[in-house]
């Protein structure tokens, strides 16, 4: 929405067509050998998808999902004339859309080959560790006589001002990050007040 309203984003009809397509009444709408040979023109050798219109009155789309994303390309056909309407690559998206497409590489392993793929591994991986290591750590320091309770945390622990900033910044970027940690906060917050087993001890 920010990318949309400040021009930065990405071009129009990025999730598909608003192209709408001359069509006379009765006329048939040109065949998907003619689409394969546009795609063929505007992209030699890619193997492109061609995502036929719902609506006879819109266009097509050829679209490239290239491994990079400085690579990827959206054309927009004419079903009525197989006019090129528009044809999006790199250079048209603004800056919050071209990080959009580069976050999207990045997420599906895509943009730099192997080392993508075992970077993501890495962080996959990295996730399950903190998982385990996390439940062992609350296990070890959990209060004694209780099942459920959070350890104490020591009375002059403090959480850095900036921490907080980035916690509440990334609850709002994730709103269901920030409805789990509500929910983590309000069943500690439970238990510190004795309605689970026994009392908090340190």
Not at 35 to 60: F, M, N, Q, T, Y
Request: aromatic residues 8%; contains cysteine.
């Amino acid at each position: 929405q920010i990318g949309s309203a400040t021009g930065t984003g990405s071009p129009p009809g990025f999730g598909g067509s608003p192209f709408k397509s001359k069509l006379a009444a009765g006329q048939e709408p040109i065949n998907l050998d003619r689409l394969v040979e546009i795609s063929r023109e505007r992209l030699p050798g890619a193997p492109a998808h061609i995502i036929l219109p719902k609506d006879p009155g819109s266009a097509a789309v050829i679209r490239w999902k290239a491994p990079r994303p400085q690579d990827r390309a959206y054309i927009h056909v004419d079903m009525g004339t197989g006019d090129v309407l528009a044809d999006y690559r790199w250079k048209d998206f603004g800056v919050i859309g071209k990080f959009v497409l580069m976050a999207v590489a990045l997420h599906e392993g895509t943009w730099f080959g192997v080392w993508n793929q075992v970077l993501n591994s890495l962080v996959a991986f990295g996730v399950m560790g903190l998982s385990v290591t996390g439940l062992v750590m609350w296990w070890k320091r959990r209060p004694r006589g209780t099942l459920l309770a959070a350890p104490q945390p020591p009375p002059e622990a403090r959480f850095p001002r900036g921490l907080v900033v980035l916690i509440g910044l990334f609850c709002v970027m994730v709103p269901i990050a920030g409805l789990s940690l509500l929910i983590i906060l309000l069943v500690d917050r439970l238990m510190s007040k004795s309605i689970f087993k026994g009392e908090r001890h340190v």
